[in-house]
């Protein structure tokens, strides 16, 4: 039977890295499973769900030298797996307004509290030193409809935040 890992690496960002930590794992008879990897400043993230049959010490082992190499943190924790479960979105949420402290707490709770179930949430600091703007990018289920989300979010625009709802059309098959 399968053992899952989560796999999380931080570090500088630099060219090499995915293909240095994927070689490790595939030498070590790794087999991945969903995965995530991203620039987020300078830095570069990954997160990775791996089947070894080495467990946690196993990988650390195996890890170590690009860990070291690239000077990159590495976390890991056992997971149960979850393939092929994850949640079809059917809502896009675009939000953009003046980059300021509690814009995503506000979004994500006012988003929650109307029924929404975040599947990926990626944001962006853009504009300019003297003028940021925050850009927000939610993708999730919607389990009490669009309009319930629509509704809880409105207030935002007020406040000079532009939010954008979308239904998501998803093909499956």
Known sequence: ??????LTLVGK?????????ATALYEAGCNLGETSMIRLGNSFTVMMMVD????????RTELQPVVDDLGLVLHIDTIEAGLHQRP??????????????GIVSQVTSAAAAAGLNIVDLESDV?????????????????????AAI????????????KVDVRPVDTLIG
Do not use: F
């Not at 039977?1 to 989560?6: E, L, S």
């Not at 079809?88 to 402290?101: E, K, M, N, S, Y």
């Not at 629509?150 to 935040?161: D, W």
């Open 150 to 161: 629509e509704t809880a979010l409105a207030p935002l625009q007020a406040e000079g935040v």
């Open 126 to 146: 853009a504009g300019t030193d003297d003028n940021p703007i925050y850009v927000l990018q939610i993708q999730g289920v919607a389990a009490q409809g669009i």
């Open 13 to 21: 960002d630099q060219p090499g890295i995915v293909a240095k930590v």
């Open 88 to 101: 079809v979105p059917d809502v896009c949420i675009l939000v953009h307004g003046a980059d300021r402290t």
């Open 1 to 6: 039977m399968p053992k899952w890992y989560m």
């Open 52 to 59: 070894s049959g080495a467990g946690e010490a196993g990988l």
